[in-house]
Structures are given as C-alpha cells and as structure tokens.
C-alpha cells in the first residue's frame, strides 16, 4: 500500500470517526438512550441480565422467560452486548462508543476486500461511502446488530476469498465460524450455505483429486458451523429439554409474513401487537389453542403451520405479498421497524446532512455488477469475477432469505456494503474509461447508473411513514426516564394521528396511573380494551386502577381476565387474592395466594 492510499484511508477513517462522534453526542441527548424500547430494549434487558445476574423485568414488561424457555430470539448480538456491558461497566455510553469503533472497523474491512480484489481507488471509494453513509452511523447507535452482521458479511467474504486464493480446510473452517457466528445473530444467513458451498465448489471444479478436496472443505466449513451452533443448541436443550437450534420465533415470523398489514407495519391480526417481553403470552395463546402445554419448538411449528396453510390456501395473495416485500426491500424508503428510522435521520442534524440515498448505491451497484458481467464474458474478469459473484450470490440469496417475512430497512443492512463496493467499482469504471479518452463510453454508462438510480428511487408501493410510531416510542422512552411532561405530549401526539391504535391509550393510561390520575388513567385503559380485549397487561392495569379507585368489584374481572391470558401472571394472582380477601371469599383468596408463591419460588429459580 502507498503512502499515498494510507493518508487517504487515514483521513475518510477520520471523518467516519468525527461524524459518529458527533452523531453519539447528539444521541445521549434523545430519551431513548438510556430507555430502548421493543428490540433494542429487549436487548438491553438480557444482556444486563447475563452481565449482572439482574433478572427482573422492567416494571411495565412482562418477564420473558429467558432462563426457562430456548432462545426467543438469537441470541449472538445479546451476549456480544453482554460482554460489551461488562468491560464498560453497563454504559449506554460505552456500548455506543464500542459499536462506533467497530463501525469503523466495518469501513477498514470493506477497504481491505475491494483494494485487495479491485484496486486502490475502488478500495477507497468503498471505505469513503461507508463513512459517510447515514444508516451505518444510525444503527451503529442503537442497541441491535445490523453492525455486527456487517463486520461478519466482510469477514465472511474476505475469508471466502482468501480460501480462494489458497483452498485449504484451515480456511475453510475459518469461513465456517464466521458463518455460524452470523447465524447466532441472523439465522437467515444459513439459507445462503448450499450456494455458497456451489460457489466453492465450482472453484475448486469435480473429479477425481479435486473431488477428495472440495469434499473435505465442504467437510471443514460445515463442521466448523455446526460446532459453533452447537451452545446454542445444547443451553436450549438444557434448559428446556426442546430441540431448537437457535432460536424459535422462526414460526409467529413467517404467520407475521403473511398478513399484508404486518409487512410493513408489524402489527398482524392474528398474534396482535406484542413485543419480545410477551412471547409467554402467544406460547399461552397457541397452547389454548392446541389444547395442551407446548414447548417452544411446538409453539414456532403451530405458527408456521398456520403460515403455510395460508401460503398453500393463497397462492395469489402469497405472490403479491412477495413481490410488496420486493419492492419494499429495494424501495427508496427505510421500511420503519423498532423505531420510525426515517423520521430520526430527519430530526438528527448530522444524520439529514449525509447526502448519499439507499437508491444510489442500488442503482449504481446494480451498474457495478453489470459491469463485472461485461469484463466476464470479454474473458478478462478472472479471478475478480470470483469474488464479484460470491458478492452477487450473497446479495440475491440474503435478499431472498426474508421474502417470507416482514419487510424492514434494517434487514437489508448487511448487503447495503456489498453495493457500496459495486458502486465503487462502476465508479472506478466509468472514471477510468473518461481517462483513457473514452468519454462518450464513460457518459453512456454515467446515464446508464442514472437511470438506474431513479428506477430504485421511486416509491412503487407508496410505502408511507408512520408518524405516531415515532411520537408513541419518543413518549415510552421519556415515561422511562422520568420526563413525564414529554411523555405525555407525545402520547398525546400519537393518539390523535392513530386513534386507532390500542397501545396508545394502554400507555397513556399507565402514564395517567404514575401520575395519580385516576379516573383518566381509567378511562384510557377501557379505550384499550376496546381495541383489544385479549391483552394481560392492559387488564391487569386497568385492575390495578379500579382497585385504587376503591371499586374492588370491578377490579376482580380484570385480574380475571388476566390470569385467562396469562395464567401464570403473578402479580395477578396476589392482587386477586388480596381482592377476594377484601370481598369476603377467603377460599378462593387464599387459593390464588398459593398460586402466587408457586409461581415467584418458580421465577427465582436460576
């Protein structure tokens, strides 16, 4: 490397590392920093619980189950996160810190692959892009892994390539980890394992010698992923005794996949709106359902059963929906998924001011692409076309992994590089052909990327954003932190533009009771369960409020109904049978007081 390609990678690693310095400084600032909510808070909860054995819920989260039922979900990010907590000391402030430098380290990652494969400027022109690129330094500030899956997409090609460069089952057992490291985070990833194995296969050819060797880095690759699998699969077993690989929100994923207004809203008719904290509730529901107790495992196959017979039952619909989640995944706008994205680059200063769209580099990674097929055919692309279409398997197939679920900018993240280093390469491309006289070439091809990138840049589906999404997580995130007189504008935000909206008014209410406003917290809760009549928490609350209102009779079906949903809810039990005591039925006090015990002697267990 020159001296001259160091001082410019020193100066874009430079700006990359000002530009997330001022993004996490303009963050600590937002209500959510220290509060996340849905993922990201569930996140946070277990990665606190594994780093400081601090295994309570929040106070208004249901308790997950983590220590008793298999991963819910992956859980590679949450113990990374764990081990992150532990050198920081728990600081939101540090994780940030930590996740900005591996940001970085993406950049430096993406420079070495594309430099190595495709030159210095190419190299550079990918380093500078993720520098600057807004998502990146988004993501890299919450507490979820698109981060973490972008380092293992680079550190899955170069060492793809490097076993290129020199097949051995050393390398290839490098690439296994890596693999299995990725599925410990996005299990999607092994969807792409057959064609990746094709791919090493046809550069390694069949017959004879060649076959012995493909067969023992096939050999080496897919233990290596197997063997790093393997905790995961063991501690659900252990604790459970239920086969689950990795994780088992594989099926309510899939039933979510396919109800239109899940897609791109998240909320599907058929599970309801819940987050991570209630996955004890729609094991309950399935249960019911079924007739018996199910395990995990059982629980994900009833859901996928669902989804397929609806797949089979529709194919029309099903068809549809692919190509909505299509045009969504390679759509101009950041599909919203735990927080409104768009909305928060809008009201970032730093982040609106980050000039490059997701269209640009689709549509000139798209040009970048086509241009490695033209050096191909002209046979003049070896053995960069190796790698180039490693990258375009990579790209299609992860694409492909979540067509039958809900759509979601943040999926999309780890092929977002990958288009950055075609964009370069079309860069460097059409640059080289305008030096070498060729300029009516070199602005052909400049129209053709044009083109291109206005074709990604319209919005099919009219895909719109959520604005009382945003308002509803800013005021969850401002209750949590005490800033009630926020929190409350925002509800209040919120509900006027979704009225809808059934945990508008359940968090409301719940604001309204902190607050000793009784009689409007009441009314917010029954405005809930209006929307929907199944939901423990807002029963219990809405109890809870009855109860403190002196009207102990009409808590009781409240707690009732609670306990009907979630039958081993605790709290329910106690404050039921303290309601019984109070109502003069002391046999039927003192059996939900022993149901009570049971239970928090069950919850303590390790």
Same mark, same amino acid.
């Given at each position: 490397?020159?001296?001259?390609?160091?001082?410019?990678?020193?100066?874009?690693?430079?700006?990359?590392?000002?530009?997330?310095?001022?993004?996490?400084?303009?963050?600590?600032?937002?209500?959510?920093?220290?509060?996340?909510?849905?993922?990201?808070?569930?996140?946070?909860?277990?990665?606190?619980?594994?780093?400081?054995?601090?295994?309570?819920?929040?106070?208004?989260?249901?308790?997950?189950?983590?220590?008793?039922?298999?991963?819910?979900?992956?859980?590679?990010?949450?113990?990374?996160?764990?081990?992150?907590?532990?050198?920081?000391?728990?600081?939101?402030?540090?994780?940030?810190?930590?996740?900005?430098?591996?940001?970085?380290?993406?950049?430096?990652?993406?420079?070495?692959?594309?430099?190595?494969?495709?030159?210095?400027?190419?190299?550079?022109?990918?380093?500078?892009?993720?520098?600057?690129?807004?998502?990146?330094?988004?993501?890299?500030?919450?507490?979820?892994?698109?981060?973490?899956?972008?380092?293992?997409?680079?550190?899955?090609?170069?060492?793809?390539?490097?076993?290129?460069?020199?097949?051995?089952?050393?390398?290839?057992?490098?690439?296994?980890?890596?693999?299995?490291?990725?599925?410990?985070?996005?299990?999607?990833?092994?969807?792409?394992?057959?064609?990746?194995?094709?791919?090493?296969?046809?550069?390694?050819?069949?017959?004879?010698?060649?076959?012995?060797?493909?067969?023992?880095? $096939?050999?080496? !690759?897919? +233990?290596?992923? %197997? @063997?790093?699998?393997? *905790?995961?699969?063991?501690? &659900?077993?252990? #604790?459970?005794?239920?086969?689950?690989?990795?994780?088992?929100?594989?099926?309510?994923?899939?039933?979510?996949?396919?109800?239109?207004?899940?897609?791109?809203?998240?909320?599907?008719?058929?599970?309801?709106?819940?987050?991570?904290?209630?996955?004890?509730?729609?094991?309950?529901?399935?249960?019911?359902?079924?007739?018996?107790?199910?395990?995990?495992?059982?629980?994900?196959?009833?859901?996928?059963?669902?989804?397929?017979?609806?797949?089979?039952?529709?194919?029309?619909?099903? $068809?549809?929906? !692919?190509? +909505?989640?299509? %045009? @969504?995944?390679?759509? *101009?706008?950041?599909?919203? &998924?735990?927080? #409104?994205?768009?909305?928060?680059?809008?009201?970032?200063?730093?982040?609106?001011?980050?000039?490059?769209?997701?269209?640009?580099?689709?549509?000139?990674?798209?040009?970048?692409?086509?241009?490695?097929?033209?050096?191909?055919?002209?046979?003049?692309?070896?053995?960069?076309?190796?790698?180039?279409?490693?990258?375009?398997?990579?790209?299609?197939?992860?694409?492909?992994?979540?067509?039958?679920?809900?759509?979601?900018?943040?999926?999309?993240?780890?092929?977002?590089?990958?288009?950055?280093?075609?964009?370069?390469?079309?860069?460097?491309?059409?640059?080289?052909?305008?030096?070498?006289?060729?300029?009516?070439?070199?602005?052909?091809?400049?129209?053709?990327?044009?083109?291109?990138?206005?074709?990604?840049?319209?919005?099919?589906?009219?895909?719109?954003?959520?604005?009382?999404?945003?308002?509803?997580?800013?005021?969850?995130?401002?209750?949590?932190?005490?800033?009630?007189?926020?929190?409350?504008?925002?509800?209040?935000?919120?509900?006027?533009?979704?009225?809808?909206?059934?945990?508008?008014?359940?968090?409301?209410?719940?604001?309204?009771?902190?607050?000793?406003?009784?009689?409007?917290?009441?009314?917010?809760?029954?405005?809930?369960?209006?929307?929907?009549?199944?939901?423990?928490?807002?029963?219990?609350?809405?109890?809870?409020?009855?109860?403190?209102?002196?009207?102990?009779?009409?808590?009781?079906?409240?707690?009732?109904?609670?306990?009907?949903?979630?039958?081993?809810?605790?709290?329910?039990?106690?404050?039921?049978?303290?309601?019984?005591?109070?109502?003069?039925?002391?046999?039927?006090?003192?059996?939900?007081?022993?149901?009570?015990?049971?239970?928090?002697?069950?919850?303590?267990?390790?």
């Amino acid at each position: 490397m020159s001296s001259k390609v160091r001082l410019i990678l020193f100066a874009i690693i430079a700006v990359g590392a000002l530009l997330r310095g001022a993004y996490l400084i303009e963050l600590s600032h937002q209500p959510d920093f220290r509060y996340p909510g849905l993922d990201a808070g569930y996140h946070d909860y277990w990665a606190r619980a594994i780093a400081f054995d601090q295994w309570a819920p929040p106070p208004d989260q249901m308790d997950p189950q983590i220590r008793t039922q298999p991963f819910f979900r992956p859980p590679g990010y949450p113990y990374l996160l764990a081990l992150i907590y532990q050198i920081t000391g728990g600081s939101y402030f540090g994780a940030r810190v930590i996740q900005g430098t591996l940001g970085l380290l993406n950049l430096w990652l993406g420079f070495w692959l594309m430099r190595r494969w495709y030159g210095d400027a190419a190299g550079l022109l990918t380093a500078a892009i993720s520098a600057v690129y807004w998502s990146f330094l988004y993501y890299e500030g919450e507490l979820l892994e698109p981060v973490v899956l972008i380092a293992f997409t680079w550190g899955l090609m170069i060492a793809l390539g490097e076993w290129k460069r020199s097949p051995t089952p050393a390398r290839a057992a490098i690439a296994g980890v890596i693999i299995g490291l990725f599925a410990l985070a996005r299990p999607n990833i092994l969807v792409t394992t057959p064609f990746l194995a094709a791919w090493m296969a046809a550069q390694i050819g069949w017959g004879g010698p060649a076959s012995r060797r493909l067969i023992v880095n $096939l050999g080496a !690759i897919g +233990l290596a992923s %197997l @063997l790093t699998l393997l *905790p995961a699969t063991l501690r &659900n077993w252990a #604790v459970a005794q239920d086969l689950v690989l990795i994780s088992s929100n594989g099926g309510v994923n899939l039933l979510m996949g396919q109800d239109a207004d899940a897609v791109a809203d998240h909320a599907s008719a058929t599970t309801g709106h819940w987050n991570c904290f209630e996955y004890p509730r729609l094991i309950a529901k399935a249960s019911a359902e079924a007739g018996r107790p199910l395990k995990a495992s059982e629980v994900s196959r009833w859901y996928g059963a669902q989804a397929w017979e609806q797949m089979i039952a529709h194919p029309e619909r099903t $068809l549809r929906l !692919i190509a +909505l989640k299509t %045009l @969504l995944f390679w759509g *101009p706008r950041e599909v919203s &998924n735990n927080k #409104v994205e768009a909305m928060e680059r809008d009201h970032s200063s730093i982040l609106r001011r980050l000039p490059i769209p997701f269209s640009l580099l689709a549509g000139f990674g798209t040009l970048g692409f086509i241009l490695e097929v033209r050096r191909r055919r002209r046979g003049d692309g070896d053995p960069r076309w190796a790698m180039s279409g490693l990258l375009g398997i990579f790209i299609v197939l992860y694409f492909a992994s979540f067509l039958p679920y809900i759509a979601a900018g943040q999926y999309r993240m780890p092929v977002i590089p990958l288009l950055a280093g075609f964009t370069a390469v079309a860069w460097v491309e059409i640059a080289g052909q305008a030096a070498s006289g060729r300029r009516v070439t070199a602005l052909i091809w400049l129209a053709v990327g044009g083109m291109l990138w206005g074709l990604f840049s319209i919005n099919i589906t009219g895909y719109q954003l959520r604005p009382e999404r945003w308002h509803l997580a800013r005021a969850i995130a401002a209750e949590r932190g005490n800033q009630l007189d926020l929190a409350e504008q925002e509800y209040r935000q919120a509900l006027n533009l979704a009225p809808e909206l059934d945990v508008i008014p359940a968090r409301l209410g719940t604001l309204y009771a902190r607050q000793e406003k009784i009689p409007e917290a009441i009314e917010q809760f029954e405005r809930a369960l209006v929307l929907d009549p199944g939901n423990p928490v807002t029963h219990f609350n809405l109890g809870l409020a009855l109860a403190l209102q002196g009207n102990v009779t009409g808590a009781i079906p409240q707690f009732v109904a609670t306990i009907e949903q979630q039958p081993d809810h605790a709290d329910a039990h106690y404050n039921l049978s303290i309601a019984y005591q109070m109502t003069g039925e002391p046999e039927k006090a003192l059996e939900h007081r022993r149901r009570t015990v049971e239970l928090r002697k069950t919850s303590q267990r390790p």
